[in-house]
């Protein structure tokens, strides 16, 4: 007789389920065959439902009905999902900063976008505390050159960025805008560069917004501390 094969439980297949659904999300978005939100929507109830597939199966091992595969796959995939979420731990539910809280650079070309039809492009009053609080370093890059130099090299570090698209470059506003998509989901964010002059020599600000959800987890002001520090590096 062949040795019977252990039953899946609930908490077996619920795990299973979670796993397969962090898993298609990103995937589905990555193809680009749902939108971003959707993919991140399925990864995170996929991972909700990990985290619930795990407490029940510490319950269940505690109780001695043992720890099947599934239920070792939901805990990887909660796991995951926590560090994850946790690399975000602590950014406000804001998705716009900006170098300069009292004359943030405007957008002009991304509120021409269909993407941002009916959207308020200004920079929110209220946003200007949250980030404060949370990203007090965030600053703009000072360059020893004169403007029309410094534009040119704001111009070449956004062109080198990962994942910008320039969509429009104006010397004589001295302003830059580009579109940042991510890898995996396919959020795009709107960035706006611009140079003026600054005693004797220059100063680039910069402003990142997000164009879908509410917060972002960080990425805008981890995006301004990378443009920043690029442009400012010896070349």
Same mark, same amino acid.
């Given at each position: ?8 439980? $609930? ?6 389920? =979670? ?20 993919? $991140? ?8 439902? *990990?985290?619930v597939? &795990? ?13 099947? *595969?599934?239920?070792?796959? !939901? ?18 539910a ?34 200007a &505390?949250?980030?404060? !609080?949370?990203? !007090?370093?965030?600053r703009? =890059? ?9 534009f ?7 062109? *080198? ?11 004589? &506003?001295? &302003?830059?805008? !580009? ?23 220059s ?13 972002d987890?960080? =990425? ?5 501390r ?6 400012? =590096?010896?070349?």
């Amino acid at each position: 007789m062949s040795p019977e094969r252990p039953r899946r439980t $609930f908490v077996d297949t619920l795990g299973l389920i =979670a796993v397969g659904l962090m898993v298609a999300g990103p995937l589905l978005a990555w193809l680009r065959l749902v939108p971003g939100l959707a993919g $991140f929507g399925l990864y995170a109830l996929g991972g909700l439902l *990990a985290i619930v597939a &795990t407490i029940a199966a510490i319950v269940a091992a505690v109780r001695g009905r043992g720890f099947g *595969a599934g239920r070792v796959i !939901a805990v990887v995939g909660a796991l995951v999902f926590v560090l994850t979420a946790s690399a975000g731990r602590g950014a406000p539910a804001i998705n716009d900063f900006t170098t300069d809280l009292d004359d943030p650079p405007a957008y002009r070309q991304a509120a021409l976008a269909s993407a941002n039809s009916g959207r308020d492009m200004g920079y929110p009053s209220d946003f200007a &505390t949250q980030q404060r !609080a949370c990203c !007090a370093d965030l600053r703009p =890059a000072r360059l020893p050159v004169a403007p029309d130099q410094a534009f040119a090299r704001a111009r070449r570090t956004a062109e *080198a960025m990962p994942s910008w698209e320039i969509v429009a470059a104006d010397p004589t &506003t001295g &302003t830059i805008e !580009a579109v940042a998509t991510s890898k995996v989901f396919g959020f795009h964010d709107d960035v706006v560069i611009r140079v003026r002059p600054d005693g004797g020599g220059s100063r680039i600000d910069m402003r990142s917004k997000s164009r879908d959800g509410r917060g972002d987890l960080g =990425a805008n002001a981890n995006r301004i501390r990378a443009y920043v520090t690029a442009v400012e =590096a010896p070349s």
